[in-house]
């Protein structure tokens, strides 16, 4: 171990003495041929040339080479930086900048760095560290350090988007002068602006890691007053909305309401995790006929604790406040809600597993160990893969990796995960097939209204003028209660182009109509990132609500504007024209218009009626139909219709 220290330090002091002038550190053809063959050089190291030669020809170098090559010579023969990056139209850094990423490389690295990141067993402080991005040239530089962040213990909180924006990173604390002397060097502004990771986590979330709860804070909006008082109360089923919340404490919670609203909630489980887990949720609405479904999820990435209690919220207020407040009583009446609030129940409950940040802020799912054989020749073995680029949408492109030790490894084909399957099969289930026309999914964090499509900048689907339009009613009424800000526009354009996504899955291959990927609170400028504050819970929910309901409204102004076909086959009619008249076995069979009618029921007045036997099933099946074709539905259906 002390080998090692005495390495990097050595590697240090020689990476700041020697300055990155091309001359210097890259060895051309023409240097290269005019260099003696004699093998008894000036330097007076015996076979150093030939062995330059040898690896000149080869077409990587192990990390040892690297070192020996740069220290004997002052010649970066460096190996090829990211062979695998997916950003596309992205020109690479000048060989210079590549020879100072590996030499940075070589210094961040670690040989159990991957065995800590998964198990999250090692005992060391960590901080996060923000970067400001000037150029293009720095905005590349981070691009490589992301995409090669399992390697050098390097957790990017956000991602360096544009210039002009800053970059934030989680790292230990040994490793942070490193890495700002890096960014000095290329003329980078850094500033550590969490000292002690693991403290904050602490101080945040003390009650998930007790096993006795303490105090219950004070909110600081009035807006949870509804919460509280539901949470007091006999006729619900009580839930903690002013803490985060195990899975057992959510499904519990789902279960009773299940029970307590018989006839309106159903409990669903949409499939199995990794480790036995049901992933669960409810569909809310009242029973009677097919209605148009909205569709919102959360949790997909395990560290994102906001996410879920966001969906959660909506759930209680869907519920609780249904017959008692209008606006919530018709949303109820008029969609069908499906809500899965934890997509990664697995990933989840090992965030809550530890305090370490290296656990605590996991992202992807808990899959079984996969290895690969990286450039260098070694065995790299990872737990967990990125769900949200394992869906078959330009799978194994943009803003992904490979690498199963990345944050964003995309898996080994599409939806070979059970959770991105158990989401297809879902929304392409006879049961919600061709109803769904809104699909939301809600991540943390950035304050962020996205609409597809993110594998590549400037590409949209071809209604994007109504998603826009949706979106930019849905931010002005989510901005209206708190001042809260959010930026809308695609993902590709306001945060990096991303393939594989369930928001793209769901426009292209469900042919959903309004999709939205939110990221919630905070900004990408505040500094506490996943870890929220949980005096923010109830807020941010409340404000997205507000959004949320804008895109519900829009699904029923669609569904009463068009004509909606009917998807159950099985019950399927020809809309807006009565089917003929049967006939008996003798053609001259005269017609007895009884056996069409069916009469009011008493009380309701005999002189109105419906003339045709389908007009009640026509309403249920299509309930704007009265509106859309009144001629005829006010001759045959007046009773259905209320046309009396």
């Not at 007053?225 to 789902?254: C, G, I, L």
């Not at 906001?306 to 109820?332: C, M, Q």
């Not at 569904?559 to 807006?576: C, E, F, P």
């Amino acid at each position: 171990m002390g080998s090692v220290v005495l390495l990097k330090q050595i590697l240090a002091f020689s990476f700041i003495l020697v300055p990155p002038f091309p001359h210097l550190f890259i060895q051309t053809s023409k240097v290269a041929a005019d260099r003696p063959k004699n093998k008894a050089s000036s330097r007076g190291v015996s076979g150093l040339h030939q062995k330059q030669q040898m690896m000149k020809k080869r077409t990587v170098l192990t990390p040892e080479e690297d070192v020996e090559n740069f220290n004997h010579d002052k010649s970066c023969l460096c190996p090829p930086i990211l062979p695998h990056i997916k950003r596309q139209q992205m020109r690479g850094p000048s060989p210079v900048h590549l020879c100072s990423f590996t030499l940075l490389s070589l210094l961040l690295v670690s040989p159990s760095v991957n065995a800590a990141a998964d198990n999250g067993t090692a005992a060391r402080q960590y901080q996060v560290v923000r970067a400001q991005l000037d150029t293009d040239e720095q905005l590349r530089l981070l691009e490589m350090l992301e995409m090669k962040g399992a390697d050098l213990e390097l957790n990017f909180w956000t991602s360096p988007v544009r210039v002009g924006s800053s970059v934030d990173v989680m790292l230990p604390v040994d490793k942070v002068f490193i890495l700002q002397r890096y960014l000095r060097k290329h003329r980078m502004h850094s500033e550590v602006i969490i000292e002690d990771v693991e403290r904050l986590i602490i101080q945040r979330e003390r009650k998930v890691f007790q096993k006795e709860g303490d105090d219950q804070p004070n909110s600081r909006f009035m807006a949870d007053e509804p919460v509280r008082r539901a949470t007091a109360t006999n006729s619900e089923p009580k839930f903690d909305f002013y803490h985060y919340n195990s899975y057992a404490q959510m499904v519990a919670w789902m279960r009773a309401l299940a029970r307590r609203h018989s006839k309106l909630v159903q409990f669903i489980t949409i499939g199995k995790t990794h480790e036995g887990r049901g992933i669960d949720g409810l569909e809310i609405g009242s029973r009677g006929f097919r209605k148009r479904a909205f569709w919102i999820d959360g949790g997909i990435h395990a560290r994102e604790w906001a996410a879920p209690h966001t969906a959660l919220y909506f759930i209680h207020l869907l519920t609780s406040r249904y017959g008692k407040d209008a606006e919530i009583t018709r949303l109820v009446d008029e969609l069908t809600w499906v809500i899965v609030p934890l997509l990664n129940p697995d990933g989840y409950e090992f965030t809550r597993s530890s305090t370490n940040p290296n656990v605590r802020l996991w992202r992807k799912n808990r899959s079984p160990t996969h290895c690969v054989r990286d450039q260098w020749g070694r065995n790299r073995c990872c737990k967990g893969v990125d769900l949200n680029r394992n869906f078959d949408f330009h799978f194994k492109e943009s803003g992904s990796s490979d690498d199963p030790c990345s944050e964003i490894y995309q898996g080994t084909y599409a939806f070979s995960e059970p959770e991105s399957r158990s989401v297809r099969d879902a929304v392409l289930s006879n049961r919600y097939r061709g109803r769904i026309d809104g699909f939301i999914t809600l991540h943390t964090y950035s304050q962020i209204w996205i609409h597809p499509y993110g594998h590549k900048r400037d590409s949209y689907p071809g209604d994007v003028q109504d998603l826009y339009s949706v979106g930019k009613r849905a931010t002005a009424a989510l901005s209206k209660l708190y001042g809260t800000k959010y930026v809308l526009g695609s993902g590709a354009n306001t945060l990096y182009p991303a393939s594989g996504g369930s928001e793209d899955w769901a426009k292209e291959s469900a042919n959903v109509k309004f999709v939205y990927l939110l990221e919630l609170r905070p900004d990408e400028k505040n500094w506490d990132g996943f870890i929220l504050d949980e005096g923010q819970l109830i807020p941010t929910a409340s404000e997205t609500w507000a959004g949320v309901k804008v895109v519900a409204d829009a699904i029923i102004q669609r569904a009463k504007s068009r004509r909606v076909r009917v998807t159950n086959k099985a019950a399927g009619i020809r809309q807006y024209k009565p089917p003929p008249v049967r006939m008996g076995r003798r053609r001259d069979r005269p017609l007895l218009l009884k056996d069409e009618e069916e009469r009011a029921p008493e009380g309701e007045g005999g002189s109105c009626s419906d003339r045709h036997r389908s007009c009640k099933r026509w309403v249920l099946e299509n309930e704007s139909l009265c509106q859309t074709v009144p001629v005829f539905m006010s001759d045959q259906c007046a009773f259905s219709c209320g046309f009396c």
